[in-house]
Every structure is written in structure tokens, then in C-alpha cells.
């Protein structure tokens, strides 16, 4: 019973990606209970992880070792979020406002943080994020919910892609230690997942730029370097942030043929050889 409730915890906490791409730009329809009013908050539905036995109709929830991790449970408050969030249709782009993106912050530091992190995703991806004012977003980035930090990280530069934007750029680069100066020391603690967050805004603020200092930073990413609890990931996302910057230039990127990046990309590919 405790592995079968575990199996569709897990499906139900998945469900919740699937259904942004099915109901994306869908709140069109006043009569839906669930359409978004943009003068209350959005409705997130509550994720039930709880089951009921057949036949006795006794409630059961999951307990040791089939317990999901907390990790777990935030990613997937964080895809509800997201999720509702893309409900917003296109004839709502000129009444979203930065306001009403921080009115819709929850008071307690419950599973909802996680889910509102998600909705602030969502209104990057959707372009409204660059509506906020910019204290806000750093009032976000302070918060103690690292998956806050990595919408305002992501959904900020996607809601200005490729615009090379000074103002956007120098939050980002406070989240890349290779872009502080050198005569400072590295006194903040980032998390590996915000860093890997900030390489690939990186790569969606200067898309297509092949901006130089951006490319030679998200390159030295690959080079050995600080301990990281995720290495593989921020390695990753470095790679997504230089295809971003370099994205449709292939060999004619200009002012970057001296770098050689395909080759030293290619000798990555073959462990370092």
C-alpha cells in the first residue's frame, strides 16, 4: 500500500508540468472558476499526497522510508507553481502588472514559498517579470528560499531575452563569483543551484550577442575549479548559457575564432584529451 500511494504521489507531483504545457495561456474563459483575476491572487491548486484505502475508505499517507523528500516535495510545488502561472492568457499582457506579481507573495514561509517561486517563473517566461520593480526583485533574491533566487535568476532574463539589458545584467553577475572583481573576496554563500541559475540567465539576457566576457566566463566553467555540491549541473547550465550566447552563430561568431570554442568544447567531450 505504502509503495503503491508512494508511486502516485510521485505522478501526482509530476502532473503538474504536463498540465502548464495543456492549459498554457488558457484563462481566457470569466465563466472558469479558475481563471485568473488580476485583482486577487492566483489560485494554485493544493497538491493531496495523502490516498484512502479501497473499500474502507480509510485515510493513509505515506510514512518512512516511502516518505518523499523535502527536496522532492518543493520541486514539485515549484512545477504547480509555474503551471498556474502559464495560465495567463495573451489578452492579459497589458493588465499584468508588477504589483500584482508581488501581491501574490504568501505571508508564511510554508510549501507555498516554493510554489509562488515557480509563479515567478511563469511571469518570466510569459515576459511580465520585467515589470517588477527592480528593489523587488532584490527583496526576492535576499529571501532564505534558493528556488525563489533561481526564478528571479531565469524568469528575469527570458522576460528580456537577448537584450543585453545593464540593469538585468549586473543582478545576474552578483551570482557568478567569476564576474566579481578581483580584489574582492567571496563572502556570500551560493548555493550551487543559484550559480548554475545565474550561468544560464547569463546565456538568455546576451542570446546571440556572442558578448566576449560573457562567453569566456561560462567557458572557464569547464576548467577545474571551487567544490561545488552539484559540479555536474553547474557545468551543464554553463554549457546552456554559451549555446545561449552564441545561439545561430556556429563558426561566424564574431570576435570569437581566436577562442577556439568548438575545440575546446570537443576536448571536453573527450575527457580533456
Known amino acids: 500500500q505504502q509503495a503503491k500511494l508512494a508511486q502516485l504521489c510521485l505522478r501526482q507531483l509530476a502532473s503538474s508540468v504536463g498540465r502548464g504545457a495543456f492549459t498554457l495561456g488558457a484563462d481566457c474563459d470569466a465563466s472558469d472558476e479558475r481563471a485568473i483575476v488580476l485583482t486577487e491572487k492566483v489560485h494554485i491548486p493544493t497538491i493531496s499526497l495523502a490516498g484512502k484505502l479501497a473499500g474502507s475508505n480509510a485515510g493513509i499517507s505515506l510514512e518512512g522510508p516511502n516518505q518523499i523528500p523535502a527536496t522532492g516535495l518543493a520541486w514539485g510545488e515549484f512545477h504547480n507553481g509555474v503551471a498556474a502561472g502559464l495560465r495567463v492568457a495573451p489578452e492579459y499582457t497589458e493588465r499584468v502588472t508588477g504589483d500584482w506579481i508581488a501581491y ?39 529571501t532564505s528560499n534558493p528556488l525563489t533566487s533561481v526564478a528571479i535568476l ?43 541559475s545565474a550561468l544560464i540567465g547569463l546565456g538568455l539576457l546576451h542570446a546571440g550577442s556572442c558578448q566576449r566576457r560573457i562567453s569566456e566566463v561560462l567557458m572557464s566553467a569547464f576548467a577545474p575549479g571551487p567544490e561545488l555540491v552539484s559540479r555536474e549541473s553547474y557545468v551543464l547550465s554553463a554549457g546552456f548559457g554559451l549555446g545561449l550566447v552564441t545561439l545561430g552563430q556556429g563558426s561566424n561568431a564574431v570576435g570569437l575564432a581566436d577562442l577556439k570554442l568548438a575545440d575546446k568544447l570537443i576536448r571536453c567531450m573527450n575527457g580533456g584529451k
Open 154 to 196: 531565469l524568469g528575469l532574463p527570458a522576460a528580456s531575452f537577448g537584450s543585453q539589458s545593464s540593469k538585468i545584467s549586473r543582478i545576474i553577475s552578483g551570482h557568478v563569483p567569476a564576474l566579481h572583481p578581483a580584489t574582492t573576496t567571496n563572502e556570500l554563500d551560493l548555493p550551487s543551484l543559484v550559480q548554475s
Open 104 to 142: 501574490n507573495r504568501p505571508k508564511d514561509n510554508s510549501t507555498s514559498q516554493s510554489a509562488y517561486a515557480g509563479f515567478l517563473l511563469a511571469m518570466g517566461l510569459l515576459g511580465h517579470l520585467k515589470n517588477l520593480a527592480h528593489p523587488k526583485v532584490y527583496e526576492f533574491l535576499t
